[in-house]
């Protein structure tokens, strides 16, 4: 089937060097593929067995959810509530729950928002699993059978995530081990959640270890605390210099970097930076959780967007929780986190906003270490049209994903219609 998309305005990767101009063009889809991409009414359309007119639109690659959790999404349908709304209860609601994990519960639940996240556009994700002793490999197997019922239209990216310790939990280590050979992409790790920083340390040598041994990238939950004691994160950063680690490695969270004095902030900023390391912020959940106990004012409790982004560290944003003991709202739509992260991270001039539209894009795609990301000739034709030609109208809009598609093939579609009657 050949398809035709007319009046693109295909968007790419904000540049503050370069003036942005809006040429419209049509992009021609042979086989799954972009076979050609002309300035606008060079094709002939009866050539075409489908054409989709972008009507000036937004074209964009598709988004990427860079850090979420599958296993646990939409498990506050199957638990008690978490009373004090604190990290710490939530962590263990979900031990009563795992002990008792069902495979096909986790699989259902994975996939009601794979199929949510593929209507707003998104067909990248990456999800951290469970791993510990007391849900076993169970949260493991439940997403891999969600990752198998989706992998032809979705790239889904498992993270080994020992939640609950490494050294505080003895058996995990074993476990980790055993999730990377049964399918897991990606060492996770928690090393703030361990009883002291020696253990802290021993964590994040460990992960290391493992991600050295299948030679595979690393992504952490990295001080998710308000608290300054944690400083994990510099840990992690001497790591890659004293080991020379070359795969990538990825900070989730960094809650504390938020809370350190300045001079220690920059100072731990600058390693990062130096070792290259991803920084993901998850807007929605630290809001939420983070500043809780604080007396006014309250923290915020996000991780120092603003700085990193102006030091030239790649910055991205995740999801992370969807009506989990956690969080108990979101709808896994990028545009929706990326809007809530601009007021958060005070993100407000235009080209802070851009800068935030293009994380769930070309950051997380670099993130991700994607090598055919993007629309081009030669390139598969995955694509999303946005109801609108300003990427900060699309994330003051939320405005609809009119097509997104795989492979040529339109998997989703969204149209909403507003009636006024005055
Ligand atoms: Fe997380």
């Known amino acids: 089937m050949n398809i035709l998309i007319k009046n693109s305005y295909i968007y790419s990767e904000f540049d503050s060097n370069k003036k942005t101009e809006k040429l419209l063009k049509d992009i021609s889809i042979k086989n799954g593929k972009i076979d050609q991409i002309l300035d606008t009414g060079n094709f002939n359309e009866g050539d075409f067995s489908k054409v989709i007119d972008a009507k000036g639109n937004l074209v964009t690659p598709p988004f990427i959810d860079p850090h979420i959790h599958l296993d646990?999404?939409?498990?506050?349908?199957?638990?008690?509530?978490?009373v004090t709304g604190t990290l710490k209860e939530a962590i263990e609601i979900i031990w009563e729950k795992k002990k008792n994990y069902d495979l096909?519960?986790?699989?259902?639940?994975?996939?009601?928002?794979?199929?949510?996240?593929?209507?707003?556009?998104?067909?990248?994700?990456?999800?951290?699993?469970?791993?510990?002793?007391?849900?076993?490999?169970?949260?493991?197997?439940?997403?891999?059978?969600?990752?198998?019922?989706?992998?032809?239209i979705f790239h889904l990216e498992i993270v080994a995530f020992p939640q609950e310790g490494i050294i505080k939990d003895p058996g995990c280590e074993e476990l980790m081990y055993k999730a990377m050979e049964m399918g897991a992409d990606i060492v996770g790790g928690m090393p703030a959640s361990e009883n002291c920083p020696e253990d802290s340390l021993k964590h994040v040598q460990i992960v290391f270890d493992i991600a050295e041994k299948f030679n595979c990238p690393i992504d952490m939950h990295v001080d998710e605390t308000d608290d300054p004691f944690f400083r994990t994160l510099e840990m992690t950063a001497d790591e890659i210099v004293s080991r020379n680690f070359q795969p990538s490695v990825t900070a989730g969270h960094t809650c504390a970097l938020a809370s350190y004095d300045?001079?220690?902030?920059e100072y731990v900023m600058d390693k990062v930076k130096k070792t290259g390391i991803n920084m993901i912020t998850n807007p929605v959940t630290n809001l939420m959780l983070q500043g809780r106990f604080d007396d006014y004012p309250?923290?915020?409790?996000?991780?120092?967007?603003?700085?990193?982004?102006?030091?030239?560290?790649n910055v991205a944003f995740g999801q992370d929780c969807i009506k989990d003991t956690f969080y108990p709202l979101g709808r896994a739509d990028m545009l929706e986190v990326g809007n809530i992260l601009c007021h958060a991270a005070h993100m407000s001039l235009p080209h802070e906003i851009l800068e935030v539209f293009d994380m769930p894009l070309f950051k997380s795609s670099k993130l991700l270490g994607l090598d055919n990301y993007g629309i081009k000739e030669g390139g598969a034709a995955d694509l999303v049209i946005i109801d609108t030609d300003n990427p900060i109208e699309a994330l003051r809009l939320n405005s609809d994903r009119l097509f997104v598609i795989k492979d040529g093939v339109v998997l989703a579609s969204t149209k909403t219609e507003k009636k006024m009657y005055l």
């Open 298 to 313: 309250k923290r915020r409790g996000l991780t120092r967007v603003k700085e990193l982004v102006n030091l030239g560290v």
């Open 262 to 265: 300045k001079k220690y902030a």
């Open 72 to 82: 646990k999404i939409l498990i506050n349908e199957v638990v008690r509530e978490n």
């Open 104 to 152: 096909e519960d986790i699989r259902e639940r994975a996939g009601r928002i794979i199929r949510e996240a593929i209507s707003h556009g998104t067909l990248y994700m990456r999800t951290h699993v469970d791993i510990d002793t007391i849900g076993g490999l169970k949260p493991l197997e439940g997403v891999l059978l969600a990752k198998e019922d989706y992998k032809d």
